[in-house]
């Protein structure tokens, strides 16, 4: 049983948690990294929400999050390998967050969001759905790199990367402070490496 599945046994055996279901074909080995989908039913959203740390913080992950822009309340985990594994809440909606506000105190959240959003897209890539990831740059674009002072929309993920390295750490700068590296460390080498994916239309599902 590799991690995503320990983690979804651990989150099934929550008392207020119905059922957990891998959503499509579970966890993928996608060139170098792991991607997995869960969706999680509940009894009583707030108390599986709020041990939700305590069920996933023994697996040491790397970053953990709500989605900010998901239409369901997505818990959105990453492990060293890297591993990215979605735990998906179908029966909870939410409205997505507005562009972000820049400041010391959501810099490292920024860091968080723009590298799992960097990695999924990663796998996007590796699967062909190129104009999937150039979509998905409009609209990183709005709602993180144009906060940050990144004016133009990035043409790839390796320039996407680039911009948002450059303008987070002048921001650092400003703010006189450092946030974690762990995240970029264990996605950049995946967005730099050598790709020859081929095109393929859009309307696939994600």
Known sequence: MGIAEEIAAAVAAHSAVERVEPIGSGARDIAGFQIAAFSVIVDDFGEVAAD??????????????????????????????????DL??????????PPWRVGPDTLAAIDTHFWDWTLWLVGKRRDGMLDRVRGE???????????????????????????????????????????????????????????????RPSGLPS
Request: hydrophobic share 40%; glycine share 8%.
């Open 52 to 85: 939700l740390p305590d069920i996933v913080g023994p697996f040491d992950p790397l970053s953990a999050q709500w989605d900010p822009l998901g239409e369901h309340a997505s818990q959105l985990l990453i492990f060293r390998g890297p591993v990215k594994v």
């Open 88 to 97: 998906v809440f179908p029966e909870v909606w939410r409205n997505p967050n």
């Open 137 to 199: 740059l409009l609209k990183m674009s709005r709602h993180l790199l144009q906060p940050l002072g990144i004016g133009t929309v990035p043409l790839s993920l390796g320039e996407a990367a680039d911009r948002y390295v450059r303008a987070r750490d002048r921001l650092e700068s400003r703010y006189g402070t450092r946030i974690s590296r762990c995240l970029q460390d264990e996605i950049l080498p995946l967005v730099r490496a050598p790709h020859g994916d081929h095109y």
